[in-house]
């Protein structure tokens, strides 16, 4: 799985970063993937970082 941000969405709270981190970090009040692939043991709270996302700017596929 892979994560990806909508960059122009990201209003840069943090909150993913502060869900996973081995995942997201916010540079320059932008979140980024800080990983290409997402490990099966994040996957399930990758999923909770982007359902909690107020932008819905975390697109997982
Ligand atoms: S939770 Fe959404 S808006 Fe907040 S930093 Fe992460 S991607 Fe950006």
Request: no cysteine; proline share 11%.
């Given at each position: 799985m892979l994560a990806v941000i909508e960059e122009k969405k990201c209003v840069g709270c943090g909150l993913c970063a502060n869900v996973v981190p081995d995942l997201f970090e916010v540079k320059?009040?932008?979140a980024i993937v800080i990983i290409d692939m997402i490990p099966s043991e994040l996957e399930e709270i990758a999923q909770e970082a982007k359902d909690s996302c107020?932008?819905?700017a975390i697109?997982?596929?």
């Open positions: 320059d009040k932008k107020p932008v819905e697109m997982i596929s």
